[in-house]
């Protein structure tokens, strides 16, 4: 049995498994974003925030108004940790698909060109570091930047996306990243 804690209140203990889908189902949702959101730039990755910050309000009210039904707590933890578990494969599976989905498929959000195929800008973070380490700092800065247009982005210099994971992980007091302890 595990606790659920949700927005604050405790529901219920519930059956380890249920825990486990929907943690399971929220790491690969968040794995796949973050490939998602490395293809995109400028108001395409923006309209991908707001769609995905949309999506997760609309999935936590869904699951707590379905699971609000039920007198006993177990069973509203369950229903809401299979709600959750089953809602986040649902949106894993819709990012995975615009992921897959083919250059010349109008149907296609627009990609940005491969780290391989852009230019090195001057000043830039990939020329600073490289492009693999300059991917991991913009991976790690989209991962905690609690800004609506975080300078998440290779192009820009290194100490300012430096900064932006500075400032996000000492925004966050529990559960930060691991790699959070490397910036504070």
């Known amino acids: 049995m595990t606790r659920i804690v949700f927005a604050g209140l405790l529901l219920c203990s519930l059956p380890l498994y249920a ?20 293809t995109l730039e400028g108001g ?3 309209r991908l925030r707001d769609a995905q910050r949309a999506w997760v309000a609309f999935r936590d009210k869904e699951c707590a108004f379905k699971a609000q039904g039920h007198d ?3 069973v509203a933890g369950t229903v809401h940790a299979s709600c959750v578990a089953g809602l ?5 599976q819709q990012l995975r698909s615009e992921l897959d989905c083919a250059a010349d498929d109008a149907g296609c959000v627009p990609r940005k060109a491969t780290a391989d195929a852009a230019p090195v800008a001057a000043g830039s973070c990939r020329a600073e570091v490289g492009a693999a380490k300059a991917e991991e700092y913009v991976a790690q800065c989209q991962q905690v930047s609690p800004a609506t247009h ?19 992980c000492a925004m966050i007091d529990k559960n930060a990243p691991a790699f959070c302890a490397r910036y504070r």
């Open 88 to 92: 986040t494969q649902q949106r894993t």
């Open 19 to 38: 825990a486990d889908d929907a943690a399971t189902a929220d790491a690969e949702l968040n794995a796949t974003y973050r490939r998602l959101t490395a």
């Open 150 to 168: 975080p300078p998440c982005n290779v192009a820009n210099a290194c100490g300012l996306i430096v900064d932006e994971i500075k400032r996000g």
């Open 44 to 46: 395409n990755l923006e």
């Open 72 to 74: 006993d707590a177990g």
